[in-house]
């Protein structure tokens, strides 16, 4: 499964073994057991990537193999956008901080996780 942290100023992308469901079941016992919300809700999530990065064109392919839980398109000249469907976790349906989590296949969650990871080390080159 991927998991999508968003915070106030970014957010992280990470891929965990755990299955979806008890990954979502435990977030939701530890809420319960420290009396905090939680609100789990259908939802997407995006992010773009650089359109030069080596593998964007497996991850197209990955893409298209896992039908309608990713999808690749171009985003401008520079970069193409990746969107998926899957579960929001946050203390409120219009909190703009929480947590996304996804499902889709073990070979384009891997290829998706390296593009990100190969994306964050080109940028942080670039930030002085």
């Given at each position: 499964m991927?998991k999508?942290t968003?915070?106030?100023?970014?957010?992280?992308?990470?891929?965990?073994?755990?299955?979806l469901?008890?990954?979502v079941?435990?977030?939701?016992?530890?809420?319960m057991?420290?009396?905090?919300?939680?609100?789990?809700?259908?939802?997407?999530?995006?992010?773009?990537?650089?359109?030069?990065?080596?593998?964007?064109?497996?991850?197209?392919?990955?893409?298209?193999?896992?039908?309608?839980?990713?999808?690749?398109?171009?985003?401008?000249?520079?970069?193409?956008?990746?969107?998926?469907?899957?579960?929001?976790?946050?203390?409120?349906s219009?909190?703009?901080?929480?947590?996304?989590?996804?499902?889709?296949?073990?070979?384009?969650?891997?290829?998706?996780?390296?593009?990100?990871?190969?994306?964050?080390?080109?940028?942080?080159?670039?930030?002085?």
């Open positions: 991927l999508l968003y915070t106030e100023t970014s957010f992280d992308l990470e891929r965990l073994t755990q299955s469901e008890d990954w079941t435990g977030r939701v016992v530890l809420a057991r420290v009396g905090h919300c939680v609100c789990v809700e259908k939802s997407t999530a995006a992010f773009l990537l650089p359109v030069d990065l080596p593998g964007v064109d497996l991850l197209r392919t990955e893409a298209q193999r896992d039908g309608n839980q990713i999808n690749v398109c171009a985003g401008d000249a520079e970069s193409i956008e990746v969107s998926m469907s899957g579960s929001w976790l946050s203390v409120g219009s909190a703009e901080e929480g947590v996304f989590v996804t499902a889709m296949s073990d070979r384009t969650e891997f290829v998706l996780c390296k593009l990100w990871q190969e994306a964050q080390r080109s940028t942080s080159f670039l930030i002085p």
